[in-house]
């Protein structure tokens, strides 16, 4: 045994708005056995899993067009106009747990919409939350997910700027200064959730206290690649971890001591098992 001295970080695990989801969607299935969720509920695998395996049916946008007169959920990404008008029309029943945070962010992009302003924002080409945020602007707004994307030289000089929720905020106001330098003009709206942001400065925080750093997170989550590069930045023996069979010994030397911290997608309990299982080298 190398002794390790093994601590989970309590400000990691889901936020809110993924708590929110998964508690309509357990409540849901204790009540009728089954729910169909549009997209993955959550971007972990294992928890998809554990819910998959309570009767979560997860579907597509074209498995929609051919369902009727069914309960479906709406994560907390939130989804674009065209998916209400779809559930109208075939008598679906939308349990809606979009983030109250995304849901401020496309009232806001909607409103700069009608106001027909020039609308940028900086997120993830094909995210589900960025493709709601789309729809609010019928798919007419730039979606970039870095500046090096724009050609900015044959950029309007008067631009509205959103930015998905769960990017980084220092990430973001560096675009802004180029932008300005440039001499274009920004009308500037910082929509990243704060308590995503925070996590930042946690996990700075955390990842020097320890020697070595395992970070758990679902590929699919791109909140999660930034907070793993956050810790990797901070403590270069960092470890992405999607589930505790991809952890190895040889990781590890003896008496070090290892924090464990994941995304805002990362289930408490898949932590758990991660140090678990770390405690048996």
């Not at 294992?46 to 007169?69: D, F």
């Not at 609308?119 to 707004?141: C, D, F, P, R, S």
């Not at 990797?232 to 001591?257: A, L, M, R």
Request: hydrophobic content about 35%; charged content about 25%.
């Amino acid at each position: 045994m190398k002794n390790l001295q093994v601590h989970i970080d309590q400000h990691s695990g889901f936020c809110f708005g993924v708590v929110y989801a998964i508690e309509m969607a357990e409540e849901i299935l204790d009540e009728q056995g089954y729910l169909y969720c549009l997209g993955d509920i959550v971007h972990n695998d294992e928890e998809v899993r554990r819910l998959t395996e309570k009767g979560l049916r997860i579907i597509n946008h074209e498995e929609l067009k051919s369902l009727y007169n069914e309960k479906v959920l709406i994560r907390a990404h939130g989804e674009p106009p065209s998916t209400y008008e779809l559930s109208i029309q075939n008598n679906l029943t939308l349990i809606d747990a979009s983030c109250p945070v995304v849901l401020k962010l496309q009232n806001r992009i909607k409103n700069s919409f009608d106001k027909e302003e020039t609308i940028y924002i900086y997120g993830k080409h094909g995210h589900a939350e960025v493709i709601g945020l789309l729809g609010q602007t019928n798919n007419k707004a730039v979606v970039f997910q870095d500046i090096a994307e724009l050609d900015i030289k044959s950029m309007p000089k008067n631009i509205t700027l959103y930015s998905q929720t769960t990017k980084s905020t220092d990430k973001f106001y560096e675009i802004n200064e180029v932008l300005r330098e440039n001499g274009i003009t920004v009308r500037t709206n910082d929509t990243i959730c704060r308590q995503v942001s925070n996590r930042d400065k946690e996990l700075r925080d955390f990842a020097e206290r320890f020697d070595r750093i395992v970070f758990v997170s679902g590929t699919k989550s791109s909140n999660g690649k930034v907070l793993y590069n956050v810790c990797k930045e901070k403590n270069p023996n960092t470890y992405f971890v999607s589930n505790p069979d991809q952890i190895e010994n040889d990781w590890f030397e003896q008496n070090e001591t290892i924090g464990i911290c994941g995304a805002t997608s990362t289930p408490m309990w898949l932590m758990e098992q991660v140090k678990e299982r770390i405690l048996t080298f």
